[in-house]
């Protein structure tokens, strides 16, 4: 593993190296397959600090989610550390393929058909699952509607929607798609509100989340 890049994620959204002690290079090293240490083209370290101080699930997400956009693909994920110190995870990662990375460029996230079902759940999920979302929404009920709650990988995931942009909400409310299957999702964009909706296979607006 020494001829592999071994840095630690700073929480400003950069990747830099740090030391590694022996035990956690080889204890990463061991817990990979062949296959993935020879995939595997940088490591990175989850601790914010030399101390090793172990982050929570939510910051892993976060961490994941940015290692992401950078262009890094996750192999696997190790814990090391000596017994009864902080342990921390590193990650095995990859650069993603070029060719990939363009396909995700001109993914239609509109289609469900482009989708994975992964995707398309998480999609339906985070317009439908909040309390504050509306179902079959009037003109008036865009103006008192609150801003759902959505995780980094929700809203991360919903700003790849295709965008439109209307007037006033009596145009939105009013819009019909006119391929039903294809423009399932979409953000909404009225004056300085956005909303994310599903159509849910029908030509007006069925499901609306205010995300903005």
Known sequence: MNDKQLAAYTYDGKISPIPVNAHEEGGAFAKLTKKERTEATHFVATSKDLAGKTVSSKEMKELIGALNKQGFELVNSVTVGPRNFAKRNILALKKKDPKESDKEVTKDYGNPKSLSQEEYESIVNAITNSEDHIRKPGP????????????????????KLPVKEFKNNEEFINYRTIDTEKEQFYLAKIGDKTFAIDNEGYDYPRYVARIK
Do not use: F, W
Request: aromatic share 0%; glycine share 4%; net charge negative.
């Open 140 to 159: 008036s009920d865009l103006d008192t509607a609150k801003i759902v709650k959505l995780d980094a990988d929700e809203r991360l995931l919903l700003g």
